[in-house]
T-cell receptor, first 116, second 115 residues
Framework: AQSVTQLGSHVSVSEGALVLLRCNYS??????LFWYVQYPNQGLQLLLK??????LVKGINGFEAEFKKSETSFHLTKPSAHMSDAAEYFC??????????????FGKGTLLTVNP | DAGVTQSPTHLIKTRGQQVTLRCSPI?????VSWYQQVLGQGPQFIFQ???????GRGNFPDRFSARQFPNYSSELNVNALLLGDSALYLC??????????????FGSGTRLTVV
């Protein structure tokens, strides 16, 4: 079984500051990990994914995440926040194989607000 | 290219009623998945269909059912609605059945309110 825990339901940063959104995972098999963003009244957009290649993954809009097996973490970072980054962010995990690699298990989300 | 299309965008139903939600995948995509997102929570997996066959089902009661048509569009049906079924229902399509080889594209969802 797979699960993710997002630490902090709400993160507030100033424009231009570092963004750090935390995600820890639990998985009985090697995991694949994802970060999605959701803007108000919209669906989910994939920011980046880790699928066992490079542990540092670069995504869209300047975001990146690092897979750390020893810490079971996959934190999302961006060096400088923009006002347009304000949204809800979801970490998700999927099994890398076997019979359940067809579904995503999401965390509860972290709402990012960016202050001018 | 059109993205994943869901209809309706909003609807209000009364407890005990039945509802049908519709999803049209991206052209060429053969897999459709359904997720329920309750306010303040992450999406939760309900079903996946690939090539018109159910590939997986989440931990939802039998009141929830779905199907996929020959053109790969899909319907999600919920019977005997409860207040707790109020949520945003998201549809995601992909070329293939697994989450990693093929990217998932989500629609904007259907907001269901049960009163």
């Amino acid at each position: 079984a797979q699960s993710v825990t997002q630490l902090g339901s709400h993160v507030s940063v100033s424009e231009g500051a570092l963004v750090l959104l935390r995600c820890n995972y639990s998985s009985s098999v090697p995991p694949y990990l994802f970060w999605y963003v959701q803007y108000p009244n919209q669906g989910l957009q994939l920011l980046l994914k880790y699928t066992s290649a490079a542990t540092l993954v670069k995504g869209i809009n300047g975001f990146e995440a690092e897979f750390k097996k020893s810490e079971t973490s996959f934190h999302l970072t961006k060096p400088s926040a923009h006002m347009s980054d304000a949204a809800e962010y979801f970490c998700a995990v999927s099994a890398s194989g076997g019979g359940s690699n067809y579904k995503l298990t999401f965390g509860k989300g972290t709402l990012l607000t960016v202050n001018p | 290219d059109a993205g994943v299309t869901q209809s309706p965008t909003h609807l209000i139903k009364t407890r005990g009623q039945q509802v049908t939600l519709r999803c049209s995948p991206i052209s060429g995509h053969k897999s459709v998945s359904w997720y329920q997102q309750v306010l303040g929570q992450g999406p939760q997996f309900i079903f996946q269909y690939y090539e018109k066959e159910e590939r997986g089902r989440g931990n939802f009661p039998d009141r929830f059912s779905a199907r996929q048509f020959p053109n790969y569009s899909s319907e999600l049906n919920v019977n005997a609605l409860l207040l707790g079924d109020s949520a945003l229902y998201l549809c995601a399509s992909s070329l293939g059945p697994d989450t990693t080889s093929y990217g998932y594209t989500f629609g904007s969802g259907t907001r269901l309110t049960v009163v």
